[in-house]
């Protein structure tokens, strides 16, 4: 098996998309992932890369119910109201200013 051969990329720019440098759908991203954030790099760029192994139906299916599931549970977390702040002091008194 030839190895992947991910190399550094530069941060992403607000509303760029990491399609255009990087196999979204490639076997060995989580390898290259890997790879990327152990030698603290900002981002990974695939563009170079000679390996490209689609990923199989059934792995994408369990990414994509993995990830349905994580946007529920932020949902969930977003949504629910907040508990209501409130500030007791009983020692509290009005100062008369002088």
């Known amino acids: 098996m030839t190895p992947a051969n991910p190399t550094r990329g530069e941060h992403l720019t607000e509303g760029a998309d990491p399609a255009t440098t990087q196999r979204l759908y490639c076997?060995?991203?989580?390898?290259?992932?890997?790879a990327a954030a152990e030698q603290n790099w900002p981002a990974l760029d695939c563009r170079r890369?000679?390996?490209e192994e689609r990923i199989s139906e059934d792995q994408w299916r369990d990414e994509v119910r993995g990830l349905?599931?994580?946007g529920l549970q932020f949902v969930?977390?977003?949504a629910r109201p907040a508990a209501p702040i409130v500030s007791v002091?009983?020692?509290?008194?009005?100062?008369?200013?002088?």
Do not use: I, M, T
Not at 27 to 34: F, V, Y
Not at 89 to 98: G, K, L, M, S, T
């Open 89 to 98: 002091n009983r020692n509290w008194r009005r100062r008369r200013v002088a």
């Open 49 to 51: 890369c000679l390996v």
């Open 27 to 34: 076997a060995r991203r989580e390898r290259c992932l890997d």
């Open 76 to 78: 969930a977390l977003v």
């Open 68 to 70: 349905a599931e994580l």
